[in-house]
């Protein structure tokens, strides 16, 4: 009986959910959507929040429920039921969550500088080298880089030009103005930043898969922490107990 209804409750749990993947399955529509008016068009980021509080409760607590039901209703089924619900909460929420316009910066930023170092390498002047590589990234990063190839235009000097760049576009804004005013070679250095910045995400997602790790973990522990006490602590203690007041 208990294994039929925990079968029910996670059949509800799976309609109820709203896959990852829809995002991207929308995204890659409009770029295989054949283009209707002339120029091109770069596809906007659906702007879809994290799902609703009372949905995600209802997710999570059907999570919960199903873990109470299977390991028996009792009160370390409570408990593991309970430690799921909130980490599945917390998972929803942040699954949900669109991404801030720092990562998408850094998600942007090493590709921007290996275009902007094949434009520089190829004879491009600087200011229509940043411009054209702001045309070619989409999203908040290109527009910053149409802003400041814009200023270049103007005949703004490179340090007035990149002002105000937020990091990590701050690091790019370095090297093309350290470069400027003494005279280097830019393009190693482009490259170089390149690099560094994609080992600085590889690092960044290995320590969210390792959170991640603990995370999936952690149910586990609350699950053979109670009998851990029951078989392990408690006998010893009464043991003690015994022989000192016995």
Same mark, same amino acid.
Do not use: H, K
């Given at each position: 009986?208990?294994?039929?209804l925990s079968?029910?409750?996670? =059949? ?5 959910w709203v896959p ?9 529509? +409009? ?17 879809? *929040? ?9 997710? =999570? ?25 909130? @980490? ?7 699954? *949900? ?36 590589? @702001? ?5 908040? !990063?290109?527009? $910053?880089? %149409?802003?400041?190839?814009? &200023? ?6 490179? +340090? $007035? =030009?990149?002002?105000?760049? /937020?990091?990590?576009?701050?690091? !790019?804004?370095?090297?093309? %103005?350290?470069? @400027? ?15 560094? !910045? ?14 991640? *790790?603990?995370?999936?973990?952690? /149910? &586990? ?7 851990? !006490? ?7 203690? &009464? ?8």
């Amino acid at each position: 009986m208990n294994a039929a209804l925990s079968v029910l409750v996670l =059949a509800g749990a799976v309609l109820l959910w709203v896959p990852p993947g829809v995002g991207r399955r929308d995204r890659l529509r +409009s770029l295989l959507a054949a283009p209707g008016e002339g120029g091109r068009s770069w596809p906007t980021r659906r702007a879809t *929040g994290p799902p609703g509080t009372a949905r995600r409760r209802v997710e =999570a607590g059907l999570g919960g429920l199903a873990a109470f039901l299977v390991l028996g209703a009792g009160l370390p089924a409570a408990l593991v039921g309970l430690g799921l619900a909130a @980490g599945l909460d917390r998972l929803l929420r942040q699954s *949900g969550a669109p991404p801030s316009e720092a990562d998408s910066l850094a998600r942007d930023l090493p590709v921007a500088c290996d275009l902007l170092a094949v434009c520089l390498a190829a004879g491009t002047p600087v200011g229509a080298a940043v411009a054209a590589v @702001g045309e070619s990234v989409p999203g908040p !990063l290109g527009d $910053r880089l %149409v802003e400041v190839g814009a &200023l270049y235009r103007l005949g703004a000097a490179p +340090s $007035r =030009a990149w002002a105000g760049a /937020p990091p990590p576009v701050d690091a !790019l804004a370095r090297t093309v %103005v350290r470069a @400027g005013e003494s005279g280097s070679a830019v393009v190693p250095a482009l490259q170089r930043l390149a690099g560094d !910045l994609r080992s600085a995400g590889r690092s960044r997602t290995e320590a969210a898969v390792q959170r991640a *790790g603990v995370w999936v973990l952690a /149910p &586990l522990g609350l699950c053979f922490l109670p009998a851990f !006490l029951c078989l392990g602590v408690v006998p010893m203690v &009464l043991g003690i107990a015994g022989a000192v007041f016995g």
